[in-house]
C-alpha cells in the first residue's frame, strides 16, 4: 500500500511538473471575500478565446494544492484552453460552510460569495466568457457546488458533483449534519425545490444544468442523499423523476447513467464508496467543452458517454451475489437491484425509496 501510495504521488508530481503552467495565488482585489477564501488560478499559456472558467473545490481536509495534483483539471485545461480557480477553504478542518444563511443566500456571505466575487473579477477583468461558468467538486467541495448551483444561479452554467448532498441538506446546523450525511433527512421533491428557489429570491433566470455522482457503499454520506438531489433538482427543472434515459456500463462497468431530461444526470457507481474517483472528461463533456481548442480552434469531438439509450424505469444497479448475504451499508433490494437481499446478522434490509434499499 504504501509502495502504491508512493507511486501515485511521483506520478501527480510528474504530471503537474509537465504542465505549461503553474498553479499560483490570486492577490488581486476581486471583492467582497467575508471568509478569506484562498483563491489559486490554472492558467494555462494557450487559451481559447473567449476563455470558459472552472472553479474546482477539495474535499474536507484537504487543500487547493491537492486538488490541483490529485485531478487531472490542469491537464484538461492545456488541452482545452480554459482557465480553473482552486478555492483553499479557510476552516481548519478545510471543509466548506455549506450551512450558514449567509452562504445559502444570494450575496449574503459566507464561502460563497467569496467564489461567486472571484468569479465576477474573472469575467470583467480576464476575459472569461461569462456563459461558460462551471463547478465541480468532490464531498464538502460537492456540497459547496451544490451551493453555488442554488445561490448563484445567474453565474454559473453547470455544474458536476462527486459524493455531495442535496442543496441546504447542511442548512442551520454548525459544522456536521449527521441525520443529512446519514441520509436521513428526506424531503418531498417540492420542498427540496424550494429550498434551492429560497437561495436567490425572485430569481426567473435560467438554472445551471447539475450532474451528480455518488457511490452504493458511501457510509460518509450515505446514498440517499443521490436520491435526494435528483428529487431536487427534477423539481427545479419541472421534470419528472422518472429517468427519459438510462444506461448501464456508462462511463465503466458497474456504473449507471440515468438523465432526467437534458438538465439534470445521476451517475451511480455500484460498490463505490466515498468518494466517487473524478471523471474529468465526464465533466468535461458536461460542461460542453470536449471540443474546445486553445485560440478558439474547434477539435473533433472525443467520444463521450452514452446518454440517448431508450427509457427504463430507474438506474440499473445489478450485482453479483456474495455468499447469499450483503454486508452492513450494502445494497439488498431495489427495482433492477438482482443482488442478495438477505442482510449479514444482525442487520435488516430497509427500503430508502423504490429504487434503493440498504442493510442498516
Not at 327 to 332: D, E, L, S, V, Y
Request: hydrophobic share 35%; charged share 5%.
Amino acid at each position: 500500500m504504501f509502495a502504491f501510495k508512493a507511486l501515485f504521488v511521483a506520478a501527480a508530481i510528474a504530471s503537474a511538473n509537465a504542465l505549461t503552467s503553474s498553479l499560483q495565488q490570486i492577490t488581486a482585489n476581486f471583492g467582497s471575500n467575508p471568509t478569506n477564501v484562498k483563491m489559486y488560478l490554472y492558467k494555462p499559456t494557450a487559451l481559447a478565446n473567449p476563455t470558459p472558467l472552472i472553479v474546482a473545490m477539495h474535499y474536507c481536509t484537504g487543500t487547493a494544492q491537492a486538488y490541483f495534483s490529485g485531478t487531472n483539471l490542469a491537464q484538461l485545461a492545456d488541452q482545452h484552453g480554459f482557465m480553473v480557480i482552486y478555492p483553499n477553504a479557510p476552516t481548519s478542518g478545510g471543509c466548506w460552510d455549506v450551512a450558514s444563511t449567509a452562504t445559502l443566500t444570494h450575496n449574503g456571505g459566507g464561502d460563497s460569495l467569496g467564489i461567486a466575487n472571484v468569479v465576477r473579477y474573472f469575467i470583467s477583468n480576464m476575459g472569461v466568457d461569462a456563459s461558460r461558468v462551471f463547478a465541480t467538486g468532490t464531498s464538502s467541495g460537492a456540497m459547496m457546488t451544490n451551493v453555488l448551483m442554488g445561490a448563484y444561479p445567474d453565474i454559473f452554467a453547470a455544474g458536476s458533483l462527486y459524493s455531495g448532498v442535496p442543496y441546504g441538506c447542511f442548512a442551520g446546523s454548525s459544522a456536521w449534519n449527521s441525520q443529512c450525511a446519514t441520509g436521513q433527512l428526506i424531503k418531498t421533491a417540492q420542498q427540496w425545490g424550494d429550498q434551492v428557489r429560497s437561495g436567490y429570491p425572485g430569481y426567473t433566470g435560467a438554472r445551471p444544468k447539475v450532474q451528480f455522482w455518488h457511490g452504493t457503499v458511501d457510509t460518509t454520506l450515505y446514498p440517499q442523499n443521490f436520491w435526494e438531489e435528483i428529487k431536487q433538482w427534477t423539481n427545479v427543472f419541472g421534470v419528472s423523476q422518472t429517468p427519459s434515459s438510462n444506461v448501464s456500463g456508462d462511463p465503466q462497468q458497474g456504473y449507471s447513467r440515468a438523465s432526467f431530461g437534458s438538465n439534470v444526470q445521476g451517475i451511480l457507481a455500484q460498490g463505490v464508496g466515498h468518494t466517487v474517483p473524478e471523471h474529468e472528461t465526464d465533466t468535461l463533456n458536461w460542461f460542453g467543452l470536449s471540443s474546445l481548442a486553445p485560440g478558439g480552434t474547434p477539435k473533433p469531438t472525443t467520444t463521450g458517454p452514452t446518454t440517448t439509450a431508450p427509457a427504463t424505469t430507474a438506474p440499473t444497479t445489478t450485482s453479483p451475489s456474495t455468499g447469499g448475504t450483503a454486508a452492513h451499508w450494502g445494497q439488498c433490494g431495489g427495482i433492477g437491484w438482482t443482488g442478495p437481499t438477505v442482510c449479514a446478522s444482525p442487520y435488516t434490509c430497509q427500503a430508502s425509496n423504490a429504487y434503493y434499499s440498504q442493510c442498516l
